[in-house]
């Protein structure tokens, strides 16, 4: 065996779990593990897994399928591939994943991330199962990143700063699978994000499961909200640009607003799911909020940032929905004008309440209301690109483009910006003008009169 040993982690689902990868690479990296893009070259396979809809959860047994091959012909080469199934799916099925999937080596629920190093020794004995909520803090065992894997991950990063979620909408596992909402202390947030700034980070996005429901623990003793965990993150140096998700509009508080209000660094643009537009299915879904409530937040939000892009998450086809329920779906996507928005059907999940519900929606209503969404919230989006045409931007230049000489960045409002540009512009903020309008991005050029700017300079409407 070599002395390096190999991990291949695959995410799926939300940025929680983008997160959570990258730090299972560190706190395996201070075990000797150097990651690979290869699963073939792996000693180790970590499956970190989505739960929350069932497509989701059953594309990981499609996969740990194909995990089952590698790891016979590892075997016939005389290697031990070891597989370790994480996230979500991990937390929901534990034992479960061992009986249907017996070459499964590690099962590990998502609060226990820190334990790995631990989990794969005893699994040299056969499988192990760790799925408990421990008592003691992850975040204060995961290793942090070299700032060499810092920058090679980037110029924007996410980083943790709530997990779980107390608001039981009737559809949704997250309540049980990552349990109950708990927020980190503000100094350690900050002392990560000055630590991925000082590496060379310029874009720092927030995240959490329901992120504006932190309410950590803040230096002065103090319980801090989102909007002053926000103000005190733009003050580090290096943070450009700051963006949090997802949020859920019953925490839109009065910080928050203030925060679009006063942080020029915090971007005009918000992931601000409504599921619905019904009342009636917005009360059976238990959002605890109504249609009207949602708009005023959309107001609120708009009178202090008046270009403010917002996206959205649509169910279709929750128990009880009638087409007049979904007209008001889409009701409120002409109301909102979204940048852009995700939609789904509605899918049953084992142990939450809508699950239960006898009235459920017939599929090929589901299919024939989602496509009908859809094409309503895709008119909405070319809309917003279209009217960006003309419009000097400022983008964070990412990485290079498809095509020589090319690089991708973004734009305030989170839409790809595919300019030709010099590779030195990568992690820096440049005005650019918005020449044409693609399908999926946008299409810039660099005016060699524009000014560089160092804070964005966003156009306000
Ligand atoms: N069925 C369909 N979509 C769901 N989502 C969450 N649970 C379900 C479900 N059971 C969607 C919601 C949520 C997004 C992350 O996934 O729209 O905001
Ligand atoms: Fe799920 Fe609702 Fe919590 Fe969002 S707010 S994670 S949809 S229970």
């Known amino acids: 065996m070599s002395a390096i040993r190999k991990v291949y982690i695959k995410s799926y689902g939300c940025q929680m779990n983008v997160y959570d990868s990258r730090r299972m690479a560190d706190t395996l990296a201070r075990e000797g593990f150097a990651e690979t893009q290869l699963p073939e070259d792996a000693d180790l396979v970590i499956l970190n897994t989505c739960h929350i809809r069932e497509k989701a959860a059953e594309k990981v047994y499609s996969e740990l399928g194909r995990m089952r091959v590698l790891k016979t012909k590892a075997a016939a080469d005389g290697r031990r591939l070891m597989i370790a199934v994480a996230g979500c799916v991990a937390q929901a099925e534990g034992e ?21 190093p631990d989990l794969i020794t005893r699994a040299a004995h056969g499988p192990v199962v760790e799925t408990e909520f421990p008592i003691e803090d992850k975040f204060d065992h995961l290793a942090d990143p070299a700032p060499s894997v810092i920058r090679a991950r980037g110029v924007t990063a996410f980083v943790t700063v709530q997990e779980g979620c107390d608001k039981f909408c009737t559809f949704c596992v997250v309540p049980y699978t990552r349990g109950a909402e708990v927020s980190r202390p503000a100094a350690k947030i900050i002392a990560e994000v000055a630590r991925l700034t ?13 992120v504006n429901a932190y309410h950590g623990q803040g230096p002065d003793g103090r319980t801090w909200t989102l909007g002053t965990l926000l103000s005190r993150v733009s003050e580090i140096p290096g943070v450009e640009r700051l963006r949090y998700t997802t949020s859920h509009p019953r925490d839109v508080d009065d910080s928050l607003i203030a925060a679009h209000r006063d942080i020029a660094a915090l971007m005009p643009q918000l992931h601000l799911p409504v599921q619905s537009g019904s009342d009636r299915i917005l009360a059976a879904m238990n959002r605890r909020h109504t249609g009207a409530d949602y708009l005023r937040v959309i107001e609120r939000l708009r009178s202090v940032r008046p270009d403010m892009a917002f996206t959205s998450d649509f169910i279709v086809g929750f128990p009880g929905e009638s087409e007049q329920d979904f007209c008001d779906t889409l009701r409120i996507v002409d109301d909102v004008r979204y940048a852009a928005a995700f939609s789904f059907k509605y899918s049953a999940r084992p142990g939450t309440p809508a699950a239960d519900r006898i009235d459920q929606v017939a599929e090929p209503d589901k299919i024939e209301r989602l496509a009908r969404l859809q094409e309503r919230i895709e008119s909405h989006r070319q809309s917003f690109n279209a009217q960006c045409r003309g419009k000097i931007l400022p983008v964070l230049f990412e990485r290079h483009g498809r095509l020589p000489g090319q690089l991708v960045g973004r734009s305030p409002y989170l839409q790809p910006v595919q300019t030709m540009a010099p590779r030195s512009l990568i992690g820096e903020i440049v005005d650019v003008e918005i020449t044409a309008v693609g399908s999926n991005s946008l299409f810039g050029s660099l005016d060699p009169g524009l000014n560089r700017t160092t804070r964005p300079a966003v156009q306000r409407a």
């Open 96 to 116: 479960e994943i061992v009986r249907r999937a017996p070459m499964v080596d590690v099962v590990v629920g998502s609060q226990s991330y820190h334990r790995l």
């Open 198 to 210: 000082d590496a060379g980070v310029r874009e720092i996005t927030l995240i959490g499961q329901n």
